[in-house]
């Protein structure tokens, strides 16, 4: 079973009942009552945890204001179900984001109506198109819930990690200067103290030694030098996802691919130190949960950027269009009008690549004459030579 986000209510003639679970579907009935029934074992607003067969729930109790119900509150309960165990530190970020769950209810003056669906044909007119409304938007802000927990607490990739690591400016320019080749430990030191004295020296070493970026070679008693071993470089590729374009809508294949090819046709005339900039960028964005989230979705195609607004909340929205203006400013993203719609594709994918660095390269040995295959050669046209001539002879002969 993979991670379900559930909002359990207290209805005033039922008892607990969940609300809404999400993805859809994936919650049973016997988890759902008791899930539900969890409420009432909670008599406090706060979270707190729950164990039953190999399942796990983490819980946060609130309350909001509530014009309808009896003593003028409602009681909810937002749970994200796991089977699997999970660090204290992403329990810890649940709980964050339950805790900014609770206030984006409590913030809406009239969300209370939502959970008064069941009985929407009690109401007038006027309360039914409130209830109707809010109960869609408390959906929305579910998924968006369950979509954050997912970001925030999944294992990350490779290329984030290296990402999270180099979008710390004194950790890529350390890695830039030992590009150079290697440098006494000493020398390294003073140089760093005096670009970035707030920073901890022993522990930027410590960090890149064991991830094996740097190897530390010491040479007799006194001189250690510092030696850089993997370099590490982020560049742009063109997209993938073009070729899927093609086949399902071809005529944005006419409208992508003219950018594509313009903005590679200038990306390969930057400078040195016009690439190690932009390279900064890309770390920045591979580091950043939301905008990694946003490429990872368009290295599988393109976004409607028309139907964003009914799948998630207004302040959700708010900020995936910040990290879209944010992509589409550093040419990663291109908006494109098709068939009257508006769509975010990709307009250059970004990678990360780790080789052996450069100063080391230098130092590996040229390829040798391959003396030994040119006198096999040499020998063999030989032989030709006097077999053809000896051939001649005895025709003459002849």
């Not at 005033?12 to 016997?30: A, T």
Request: net charge negative; proline share 3%; aromatic share 12%.
């Amino acid at each position: 079973m993979k991670t379900i986000v559930a909002l359990s209510y207290f209805h005033r003639k039922i008892g607990p009942l969940v609300f809404y679970s999400y993805p859809k579907d994936m919650l049973e009935r016997e988890l759902s009552l008791k899930i539900a029934n969890i409420m009432d074992q909670q008599f406090s607003e706060g979270f707190f945890t729950h164990s039953f067969e190999n399942l796990k729930s983490l819980n946060y109790y609130f309350e909001i204001h509530s014009d309808w119900a009896r003593g003028n509150k409602e009681m909810l309960m937002v749970s994200t179900i796991l089977d699997q165990q999970i660090s204290t530190e992403d329990e810890e970020k649940i709980s964050i984001l339950c805790t900014e769950f609770s206030e984006q209810l409590q913030s809406n003056e009239e969300i209370y109506t939502a959970f008064y669906i069941n009985d929407v044909n009690n109401f007038d007119e006027e309360d039914q198109e409130s209830i109707r409304k809010n109960e869609s938007l408390i959906k929305a802000w579910v998924e968006n819930l369950y979509w954050f927990i997912i970001e925030d607490t999944r294992e990350k990739t490779e290329e984030e990690e290296i990402a999270i690591l180099l979008n710390d400016k004194h950790i890529f320019m350390t890695l830039e200067k030992l590009s150079e080749g290697p440098i006494l430990l000493e020398g390294l030191r003073e140089w760093f103290i005096e670009n970035f004295p707030e920073k901890n020296f022993n522990e930027i070493i410590e960090i890149l030694d064991e991830r094996q970026f740097i190897f530390i070679n010491q040479i007799g008693l006194v001189e250690k030098y510092v030696l850089l071993v993997k370099e590490v470089n982020a560049e742009r590729i063109p997209p993938d996802s073009i070729i899927e374009y093609i086949d399902d809508k071809p005529e944005l294949i006419e409208l992508l691919l003219p950018k594509v090819q313009e903005y590679f046709s200038e990306y390969e005339k930057k400078t040195r130190e016009d690439i190690k900039e932009d390279a900064f960028t890309l770390y920045q964005i591979m580091a950043d949960p939301k905008k990694y989230s946003v490429l990872s979705e368009l290295r599988n195609g393109l976004i409607s950027k028309d139907k964003l607004p009914k799948l998630v909340s207004k302040k959700s929205l708010d900020s995936l269009m910040e990290n879209i203006e944010f992509l589409k400013k550093f040419d990663v993203i291109e908006e494109l009008n098709y068939n009257s719609e508006t769509y975010i594709v990709l307009k250059t994918n970004l990678q990360i690549t780790t080789a052996f660095p450069e100063w080391m390269r230098k130092l590996l040995p040229k390829e040798s004459e391959p003396v030994v295959a040119d006198k096999y050669k040499a020998n063999r046209n030989k032989s030709k030579k006097t077999s053809k001539n000896k051939k001649s002879k005895n025709s003459k002969k002849k």
